[in-house]
């Protein structure tokens, strides 16, 4: 069971939680208060028991008698973890200039794995810069899921989505590192909206991408355009 010990001394009071019964109670006490300072040695600690000084209560009757700073307390937890995903997102923007949530950070490293899993950390900052290239421009949506997910009727714009390797791959701990690299700033792409790994593309596309859009490098498979 759970108890809360509570000690009045010379005007101080201070709250022990434990989880022990009452008879291991007295000893883990003794320790606890005098590592604070409350309680210099046993005899001290027994007078306070004489003096009637230690409360016990249950964890309900704490809970009840607490029952506003405790709300309180959880109301403050949940805005400081909203505050920290909030600074986090604009971290993210100030770097790299686009807001993304640890969601959208998620779709972002399993698409870079989907398509850039065999490359190296360079290769898949790359594909990570293409995705973000894409949120910033005002040609593609606005924000990481959509982008990766954009379709027209069934035709998907990458094609691990439309082959289902999206949803197989295990995210490397190097892919995670590169795409923390690409929201952090870095960025190899020269405002690439494009790539394509020229041997396994359909040849549709390829004739495509060399009639409509403007080569700009080839790194390792890919090619990459805007």
Same mark, same amino acid.
């Given at each position: 069971m759970m108890y809360i010990l509570t000690i009045y001394r010379k005007q101080c009071r201070m709250e022990i939680i434990m989880y022990k019964n009452r008879k291991k109670t007295i000893s883990i006490l003794i320790i606890s208060s005098m590592a604070a300072g409350m309680v210099n040695n046993i005899?001290?600690?027994? $007078?306070? +028991?004489? $003096? &009637?000084? +230690?409360?016990? #209560?249950? $964890? /309900?009757?704490?809970?009840?008698? /607490?029952?506003? /700073?405790? &709300? !309180? +307390?959880?109301?403050?937890? !949940?805005?400081?973890? $909203?505050?920290? !995903?909030?600074?986090?997102? #604009?971290?993210? &923007? !100030?770097?790299?200039?686009?807001s993304v949530t640890a969601s959208e950070r998620k779709i972002l490293e399993r698409i870079v794995e989907a398509e850039a899993g065999g490359e190296n950390h360079k290769g898949k900052v790359l594909v990570a810069n293409v995705v973000l290239n894409r949120v910033k421009s005002k040609t593609f949506p606005s924000n990481v899921k959509d982008v990766v997910f954009s379709h027209r009727g069934g035709t998907y714009q990458f094609s691990p989505i439309m082959d289902g390797r999206y949803y197989t791959v295990d995210v490397s701990e190097d892919t995670k590192s590169a795409v923390s690299d690409a929201l952090r700033g870095v960025d190899y792409s020269n405002g690439a909206l494009y790539f394509m790994e020229r041997a396994l593309a359909d040849s549709s596309n390829v004739s495509w991408f060399d009639r409509s859009l403007t080569r700009l490098f080839r790194y390792h498979c890919h090619e990459f355009y805007k």
């Open positions: 005899t001290c600690f027994s $007078e306070t +028991i004489k $003096e &009637k000084n +230690i409360v016990i #209560m249950s $964890e /309900n009757d704490y809970n009840l008698r /607490n029952r506003a /700073n405790i &709300k !309180k +307390i959880s109301t403050l937890r !949940k805005l400081h973890v $909203e505050r920290m !995903k909030q600074y986090k997102i #604009m971290q993210i &923007k !100030k770097a790299c200039g686009v």
